[in-house]
């Protein structure tokens, strides 16, 4: 996973990827620098891994017997903030075939200081193929010149 947005001290946009390096969040590596009340990027990654013994074509459906109809394997990738009960993103992932990156946007709080967004990826076939990731936040004061460039980005698009 990684974020991309514009950061007060860049001319352009940026990439920067999120570390999880070591349990202690104390260690300032884990906490990734956001301005206050910005919109940035969270690009996710997703592969598929293949891990069963015979080979066979990859196909979009689901295992579900008991299904009507045949489904298509999907997936949810939920953002939130859980001491807030704040729901942020939601965006909806058809079959990934091998590999394929997301964009979820997302607002930082206007508020400065540490705070932890939650991302959920979801199955929308399978039980026990969820995973949950936080994403350590550290909320500096908001900066017109990152906002600006922001704006006129969007405006372009």
Known sequence: MSVK??????QEQ????????GTNLREESRWLDVHADQEY????SLRRLN????RRKQESKAQAPRFP?????????????VDRKELLAVKRVGYVRNHTTVSVAFY????TGKCIYTLY???????GL???YDIHLNVTPTSIAAQVNTEVVDSLN
């Open 5 to 10: 947005g514009w950061w007060e001290q860049s």
């Open 14 to 21: 940026m990439e920067r990827p999120l570390t999880g390096r």
């Open 41 to 44: 990027v969270l690009q996710v």
């Open 51 to 54: 891990l069963g013994q015979h």
């Open 69 to 81: 109809k045949a489904k298509d394997e999907g997936w949810f990738l939920i953002m939130g903030e």
């Open 108 to 111: 930082t709080p206007e508020k």
């Open 121 to 127: 990826v979801m199955s929308d076939s399978y039980l």
């Open 130 to 132: 969820d995973q949950q």
